[in-house]
C-alpha cells in the first residue's frame, strides 16, 4: 500500500476508490519512532509506504478572533483538528524554496496543508516580534505559530 504526495491511498497500484475503506485504513494507521508508517489492527500489522505525510488539510474554518482565535482544519479523510498547542503548524521549506506548511493531526501523524488552504492562512497573518525578530505567522487557540520571518525592509 501507499499514499502519494497528493493523499490519494493505492493498493497494489491502482487508487482506492472507497471512501469509507480509507477512512478505515486511516484510522488505524501508525507512525513508529524510526519514521516508518503501519496499518495496525489486533489481527497483524503491514507496512505502508508515504511519500510526505498522510494526509492533506483540505479546508480552513476560523471561530473567533485576535489571539484566542481557533483555526480549524479538515483532512481529506474528515479528520477536524484545530491548530494549537496539541497540534502545532510548522513551515519546511521545499528543494525550490517554497514553503510547505504542515499540521499535526494525532499521534504523530501530520497534515500537509493543500496550496488554498495555505493561501487562505496566509491572509490571516499577522506580523509579530518574537525575541526581537519579526515574525510572520498565525495566532490559534492562544498560540502563535510562525509561517515566516520578515526581513527589514518589509513594511
Do not use: H
Amino acid at each position: 500500500m501507499r499514499i502519494a504526495r497528493d493523499g490519494t491511498w493505492f493498493y497494489r497500484g491502482s487508487p482506492i476508490g472507497r471512501m469509507a475503506l480509507v477512512k478505515l485504513f486511516a484510522s488505524v494507521l501508525r507512525r513508529e519512532p524510526d519514521g516508518c508508517y503501519w496499518l495496525v489492527t489486533p489481527a497483524e500489522r503491514g507496512r505502508i509506504e508515504v511519500e510526505d505525510v498522510p494526509f492533506l488539510a483540505v479546508a480552513l474554518t476560523v471561530q473567533g478572533e485576535g489571539r484566542e482565535q481557533q483555526l480549524i482544519f479538515r483532512t481529506n479523510v474528515d479528520d477536524i483538528v484545530t491548530a494549537g498547542p496539541g497540534n502545532p503548524l510548522r513551515v519546511d521549506t521545499a528543494a525550490s524554496g517554497e514553503p510547505v506548511p504542515y499540521i499535526l493531526v494525532r499521534d504523530d501523524l501530520e497534515a500537509r496543508l493543500a496550496r488554498s488552504v495555505f493561501y487562505d492562512l496566509a491572509e490571516l497573518g499577522k506580523e509579530e516580534a518574537i525575541e526581537e525578530i519579526r515574525q510572520f505567522g498565525v495566532w490559534s487557540s492562544g498560540k502563535f505559530f510562525r509561517l515566516g520571518e520578515l526581513g527589514p525592509d518589509w513594511d
